[in-house]
C-alpha cells in the first residue's frame, strides 16, 4: 500500500462546478497535511495547509480526519484557472526536514468551459 | 517564502553526457534539498545538500550518479552524471518554509526539465 494515495482522475468538470478530492495516508503518526498545485510542466505550489479543525481559503476547503487517516480538498465554483494536478503532501511526525514528507501521485483536474 | 532560482529551465543533453543544476536562493537556508519528479509520477527526493559536508542521499540514488554540491548556505548544485534516457526527468531544488502552526512547508524552484536522447 502506497503511504499517500489520490485518486489520479482526470477529473473533468464544467466551469462552476463543485468537486471534492481525497487523499489517504497509511502512516497514523503523521502530523501535517498540504495541498499543492502543479500546473503543466511546472513546480508545485503550495495551495493550503489542513488544519485539524478544517479551513476555508476563498473558493477551497480543506478536511482532515484523522480517524480514517484521510484529507479532502474541495473546489467551489470551478474556474478554468483551476485546471492543474493536486498534490497530497503529508508529513511525519518530525519536523525540520523534507525526509519526512511524503507527496501523492496528483489528481489531476481539467476545468471544461 | 524564499524565492528560489533554478538554471537551466529545460535541456536536451546526449546520453552518456552529464548536465548540471544550479540553484541559488534569496536567503541563508539551513537546508536545501533536491527531487527528481518522473513523467506522470509523484516526487521522489533525492538528496538533502548539507552546507560543509556531503549530502544525505536518500535510498536508491548514489553520489557517483547525483554528485551535489553546497558551498554556501543559498547555493547548491546537483549533476546528474553518465545520463540516460530513463533520467528524463524535471529536477527540483527547494528549501522549508518558516514553522508554522500547520508545519514545515517546503517551497520549490522552477524546476530543470532535463530530456535525454
Known amino acids: 500500500r502506497k503511504e499517500v494515495e489520490q485518486d489520479p482522475g482526470p477529473f473533468n468538470v464544467p466551469e462552476g462546478a463543485t468537486v471534492a478530492f481525497n487523499c489517504t495516508y497509511s502512516n497514523s503518526a503523521s502530523q501535517s497535511f498540504f495541498w499543492y498545485r502543479q500546473d503543466c510542466r511546472k513546480e508545485p505550489k503550495l495551495l493550503m495547509s489542513v488544519y485539524s479543525s478544517g479551513n476555508e481559503d476563498g473558493r477551497f476547503t480543506a478536511q482532515l480526519n484523522r480517524a480514517s487517516q484521510y484529507i479532502s480538498l474541495l473546489i467551489r465554483d470551478s474556474k478554468l484557472s483551476d485546471s492543474a494536478t493536486y498534490l497530497c503532501v503529508v508529513r511525519g511526525p518530525f519536523s525540520g526536514s523534507a525526509r519526512q514528507l511524503t507527496f501523492g501521485s496528483g489528481t489531476q483536474l481539467t476545468v471544461l468551459p | 517564502s524564499a524565492v528560489i532560482s533554478q538554471k537551466p529551465s529545460r535541456d536536451i543533453c546526449q546520453r552518456g553526457t552529464s548536465l548540471t543544476i544550479q540553484c541559488q536562493v534569496d536567503?541563508?537556508?539551513?537546508?536545501m534539498f533536491w527531487y527528481r519528479q518522473q513523467p506522470g509520477q509523484s516526487l521522489t527526493l533525492i538528496a538533502t545538500a548539507n552546507q560543509g559536508s556531503e549530502a544525505t542521499y536518500e535510498s536508491g540514488f548514489v553520489i557517483d550518479k547525483f554528485p551535489i554540491s553546497r558551498p554556501n548556505l543559498t547555493f547548491s548544485t546537483l549533476t546528474v552524471s553518465n545520463l540516460s534516457p530513463e533520467d528524463s526527468s524535471i529536477y527540483l531544488c527547494?528549501?522549508?518554509?518558516?514553522?508554522?502552526?500547520?508545519?514545515?512547508?517546503?517551497?520549490f524552484g522552477e524546476g530543470s526539465w532535463l530530456t535525454v536522447v
Open positions: 536567503s541563508q537556508v539551513t537546508m
Open positions: 527547494s528549501v522549508l518554509g518558516l514553522p508554522s502552526s500547520a508545519g514545515n512547508t517546503i517551497y
